[in-house]
């Protein structure tokens, strides 16, 4: 068939190009390896001259105290007190702001009577409402999800609405031509697996926008690891401070990468 | 094909009027009594100038606007959405792209009581039909323009509509392969006898295609004249006669 001319020079193409890839991709392992290198060096050097470790512990500080944080399990358990309160707030404030997102995005009416709310509120950062989850909730473990479930919301509702808003018409009108004529038919089929991509996004950028809001509400008081970075910065031991940073660092990539292999599986047809 | 006169039209275009509002406060006149009617089996093309509301009138035999004045008719029946008896194929294709080849012909069938063994089956058949065989698993974003529209014409023929409306269908695709799609869309009308209504712009695709020619003109958008193609099939654009239709139509749509 003389159309696929185009998939056949793709396939002719491939080859050289997959070797010209993989040099490149040496080279920028190399690059960044010596980057890491370079910085280890530099900090390591920067603690030296300083030669407090209260100001800047140094890697090898760090590195030993990432291992005692490890074997005496009190890191576990802290990174298990934040997910506490950072898995169920993610997940509340995914769902309903996907669900509001979607409900704004196709009703126009529903649209029309919540847009001014809604335009008020989504500004608001997430932290200013600690002022309620202390009163309504306490600062513990439920005023912490309740903060991260606000700032999953935002970002979840943002992304869902403008997905729905963005479906295209011809799609909806041959679905209309396939016999689909009721709404929930056409969400269904039509709307959110158009709109997929986008909510998709939300969801991962709600993944690591929550862990900053996770480290907030924790330094108002709510146990786990944000919490632990300045309990030890406040006995002047920063370099559990920074294992502690490191580990949100850590949580986050990989929850991340898992994030991304989900999404490539849903969003084969993309390419 | 003498005794279509004698058959009840299949789609009757009845007096059809569209205005709109424009973003100015005016009335815009976009079509005004429109009235032809498509027989049984018949492949009619609409041809007319941009902006002759040949979409607009796309769209409400589609159903997916209402006429301000007249009615459209399929098989006697006012038409006043869009349903599964009139199968759309579109310019830019509309293809559901998270759906294989395969998924996009299936969907209409999803709609209907068919099992998913009748749906394989029949989507099988649509597939080989339209010569997509081998790419059924292929996404949308992995094939040409051509391949695309032959999916397009596969999805809206699996629920085997009444007719098949056709707007531009192969205005996104290069000239070369617009030829063979010509010739594959009339080998499947041939084969499947459905009724076929095709806008395009362009007078030679209307010439080579269709049995009749609605043209419109402009200001408002209303039938000029309707010139039958009695041309054997397969037509040559070199051909004598070809040329002389083609230029009749070429000035009806000059002088308006």
């Known amino acids: 068939m003389s159309i696929e001319s185009a998939t056949e020079r793709e396939s002719d193409a491939t080859p050289g190009t997959r070797v010209r890839v993989s040099g490149a991709a040496l080279r920028r392992h190399l690059l960044g390896l010596l980057g890491t290198v370079g910085f280890l060096l530099a900090w390591q050097a920067g603690a030296m001259a300083i030669a407090k470790p209260f100001l800047l512990p140094s890697p090898f500080a760090v590195a030993s105290a990432f291992v005692s944080e490890l074997a005496s399990g009190r890191m576990l358990a802290k990174l298990a007190q934040s997910l506490f309160h950072y898995v169920p707030g993610l997940v509340v404030g995914t769902g309903l702001g996907i669900a509001v997102g979607v409900g704004m995005g196709w009703s126009e009416t529903l649209d029309s009577a919540l847009t001014p709310v809604t335009r008020v509120l989504r500004p608001i950062p997430p932290l200013a409402w600690i002022a309620f989850a202390i009163v309504w909730i306490g600062i513990g473990h439920g005023g912490a999800t309740f903060i991260v479930a606000i700032g999953a919301f935002w970002i979840n509702f943002y992304n869902a609405y403008s997905g729905v808003e963005s479906v295209p018409e011809d799609l909806q009108d041959v679905a209309a031509s396939l016999g689909i004529h009721d709404d929930l038919r056409m969400i269904r089929k039509v709307v959110l697996p158009s709109a997929t991509p986008e909510i998709l996004t939300g969801v991962r950028t709600s993944i690591g926008q929550c862990w900053m809001i996770v480290v907030a509400a924790e330094l108002f008081g709510a146990p786990g690891v944000g919490y632990q970075i300045i309990n030890a910065a406040q006995n002047l031991a920063m370099d559990v401070s920074v294992v502690y940073m490191l580990v949100i660092s850590a949580v986050f990539l990989v929850s991340d990468a898992l994030f991304r292999t989900v999404e490539g599986r849903l969003l084969a047809w993309r390419n | ?256």
């Open chain 2, 1 to 256: 094909m003498a005794e279509l006169s004698e058959q009840l039209a299949r789609i009757e275009v009845d007096g059809v009027g569209k205005a709109f509002d424009s973003g100015s406060g005016d009335r815009v006149q976009a079509l005004s009594n429109v009235d032809f009617a498509v027989d049984e089996g018949e492949f009619v093309c609409i041809v007319g100038p941009s902006g002759c509301g040949k979409t607009t009138l796309f769209r409400i035999i589609a159903g997916l606007e209402t006429p301000t004045s007249g009615t459209v008719r399929l098989d006697g029946d006012a038409v006043t959405e869009p349903d599964m008896d009139r199968g759309m194929v579109f310019q830019e294709y509309g293809l559901f792209p998270w759906r294989t080849a395969r998924g996009n012909v299936e969907f209409g069938l999803e709609q209907t009581d068919a099992d998913e063994r009748e749906r394989a089956r029949r989507a099988q058949e649509m597939i080989d039909l339209v010569g997509l065989d081998g790419f059924e698993d292929a996404y949308p974003s992995e094939l040409s323009g051509g391949m695309k529209q032959r999916v397009g014409i596969a999805r809206a023929l699996a629920v085997d509509p009444e007719v098949l409306l056709m707007d531009e269908p192969f205005g996104s695709v290069d000239a070369q392969t617009r030829d063979m799609l010509h010739d594959e869309l009339l080998r499947i009308w041939a084969k499947t006898e459905k009724t076929i209504l095709f806008v395009t712009h362009d007078v030679e695709e209307a010439v080579t295609l269709a049995d009749r020619i609605v043209v419109l003109t402009n200001g408002p958008g209303t039938v000029n004249e309707i010139v039958p193609v009695d041309l054997d099939r397969p037509r040559s654009r070199t051909d004598d006669a070809f040329g002389r239709h083609q230029e009749r139509v070429l000035d009806l749509i000059r002088d308006g």
